[in-house]
């Protein structure tokens, strides 16, 4: 691989884009290119292979989605473009980008996951689809059917290639690599590069070039880091007290486990509304619901789980809670990219992770991950823990002699 810098341009108009991609631009009010998107697409227009590496929630889908436009031939009705991602509203969200991105040309787009009735897929690829969205169970399935032909592919995306080598999928995605024309163009983009996705780009890829626009630190400018000292038995009320005392405008409480996100919203009975939970083990018309409900805005408390966290891309997001602390570093980071996004850079966004006795050595390896000392927060009002985590500058959060319980929902949420 080599490695590529690329200036960044302060206008779309400097990337070389065609008209009609600049016009559909304005249009949906994009101002100027993000740093990957400024990076990525110059290159990606050439035809090379290309490894793109950058945060979620940097601009990532139309960094490959406009590339794609520009070298596809809008006369052929036959698949042109394959986007592989790790989970289902992943690649919903990816598809409906590419959609609003396509509004000024005449391209099908069509949404290949599970969950979803298979017929209506296979009747969106008879009719032909030129660009395919899926994740990779259902792409192989629809493969293997005859319904989705390879044959005329010209570009293949791997986007969040990270998550999906994590959640057991490389056995899936080279299965398809293998049924993929060996002239084609592959674009790979991940937030991170470990070694079972560089294994991946060198038997895959053709001298891809890398665009690292990762950041080694969480941007401090775009979000506030803390922690919490809680026990494990008494993080639900510190949770209620937290929403209290923070009244975030949307959030997201992330856990370890299904089991977890299902306990902490069945903690609440009802009692705050505008609350759900989500994970992988949810019939997809659930799913699809509760991200319908939260995008609108309906749902403003989401529990989930760590794979659900990679399909939630939602730009009013001003709060993160860690009610699980991260085994991974790399989980934590993007967890928390969840808020302080892209499109609200006017809104700063919070997280917090709640960090036990046992856990302090978790915290020390997330601050040297981030490099940056995360300061402890005081949730008052609400007894947190009886111990200290073992670790140093953990400061005592003062007590009390009540458990708050969720009464009124004007308590938690801001009027913004």
């Known amino acids: 691989m080599t490695d590529e810098t690329v200036p960044a341009p302060a206008r779309f108009e400097d990337l070389g884009l065609g008209e009609a991609s600049l016009a559909v631009l304005r249009k949906i009010g994009f101002k100027a290119p993000s740093p990957i998107q400024a990076a990525f697409i110059p290159v990606a227009m050439t035809g090379r292979d290309c490894i793109g590496q950058a945060r979620t929630g940097t601009g990532k ?11 596809m031939n809008f006369d052929d009705p036959r698949t042109q473009a394959l986007a592989l991602t790790p989970t289902r509203e992943l690649s ?10 396509t509004s000024n040309h005449a391209v099908s787009t069509c949404c290949c996951v ?24 259902r792409v192989i399935d629809l493969m293997e059917r005859g319904c989705l032909v390879l044959d005329h592919l010209k570009i293949v995306v791997l986007d969040e290639a990270d998550r999906m080598l994590d959640i057991g999928f490389r056995p899936d995605i080279e299965r398809i690599l293998r049924r993929c024309p060996a002239e084609r163009q592959t674009l790979l983009l991940s937030a991170t590069l470990p070694a079972p996705v560089e294994r991946l780009a060198q038997r ?38 937290l929403l209290v005392q923070e009244r975030p405008q949307q959030a997201i409480v992330f856990t370890r486990t299904k089991r977890g996100a299902e306990e902490v919203f069945r903690r609440f009975g009802g009692r ?21 409900q939260f995008r609108d805005g309906t749902i403003r408390l989401l529990i989930a789980t760590d794979v659900m966290g990679r399909g939630i891309d939602v730009s009013g997001i001003s709060h993160i809670i860690n009610y699980d602390i991260p085994q991974d570093c790399d989980d934590y980071v993007h967890r928390i990219g969840r808020t302080g996004r892209l499109s609200s850079n006017e809104m700063k966004g919070s997280a917090f992770t709640f ?17 940056l000392v995360i300061e402890p927060y005081a949730v008052h009002g609400v007894e947190a823990h009886r111990g200290r985590p073992r670790r140093q500058h953990v400061s005592e959060l003062p007590p009390a002699e009540t458990k708050i319980e969720p009464v009124n929902d004007d308590d938690f949420w801001s009027v913004g």
Request: glycine share 6%.
């Open 61 to 71: 889908t139309a960094a490959f989605v406009l590339p794609i436009l520009e070298r």
């Open 204 to 241: 895959y890829m053709k001298s891809p070039e890398r665009i690292d626009m990762s950041i080694d630190t969480v941007r401090s400018d775009t979000i506030d880091q803390y922690y919490v000292a809680v026990d494990h038995d008494r993080k639900f009320p510190v949770l209620v007290r």
């Open 114 to 137: 599970g969950g979803r009735p298979l017929r209506t897929q296979m009747n969106e690829l008879q009719r032909g689809a030129q660009i395919v969205i899926g994740t990779p169970g």
């Open 355 to 371: 960090v036990s006795g046992d856990e302090g050595d978790l915290l020390t390896n997330i601050e040297m991950r981030v490099n």
């Open 92 to 101: 919903q969200q990816v598809a409906d980008e590419a959609v609003r991105l």
């Open 272 to 292: 705050l509304e505008q609350t759900a939970f989500i994970h992988g083990d949810l019939a997809q018309t659930a799913r699809d619901r509760v991200m319908r």
